[in-house]
């Protein structure tokens, strides 16, 4: 799969960015701030963003995915310790990857996202990954 990174942690994206390469995926772009990650998404036309919520200089990585998924029709999965921000933000993305998570775990939602993309039904879910259904999250694992 096609990933866009938008993590404004240098160390973060770069671990990352080799632990998902490793498993087989190619990054297309790191990007730290939100008017950053929309233009690398028109360019690079990733499969999926894995996108934090707070991102550099104060911007917000839940307008990104609004404005990826507006501008380039690149869906989203935030990836983020601001779980609270992320589901209040349903609209924005497929679903959040609560942090901190074991690089297992970020596979397995990486396959669920393009799996739940596919309109089928996951068969691997962490129990830190939810997904949205219209108004509802639905609680994986």
């Known amino acids: 799969?096609?990933?866009?990174?938008?993590?404004?942690?240098?160390?973060?994206a770069q671990a990352m960015g080799l632990y998902l390469a490793e498993?087989?995926?190619?990054?297309?772009?790191?990007?730290?701030h939100a008017q950053e990650a929309v233009e690398l998404a028109g360019i690079m036309h990733p499969d999926l963003g894995l996108v934090d919520v707070q991102l550099a200089y104060g911007t917000s990585g839940i307008d990104a995915a609004r404005e990826m998924l507006a501008r380039h029709n690149?869906?989203?999965?935030?990836?983020?310790s601001h779980h609270d921000a992320a589901r209040a933000a349903h609209d924005a993305a497929v679903g959040y990857l609560r942090k901190p998570y074991s690089g297992r775990e970020l596979i397995a939602a990486i396959q669920a996202a393009e799996d739940y993309l596919k309109i089928q039904k996951p068969d691997q879910w962490s129990p830190r990954l939810e997904f949205y259904e219209g108004s509802l999250v639905r609680r994986c694992g």
């Not at 498993?23 to 730290?32: D, F, L, M, S």
């Open 1 to 12: 799969m096609k990933l866009l990174l938008v993590e404004d942690h240098p160390l973060v």
């Open 23 to 32: 498993a087989g995926h190619e990054i297309v772009g790191i990007a730290t």
């Open 74 to 80: 690149v869906r989203s999965l935030f990836v983020t």
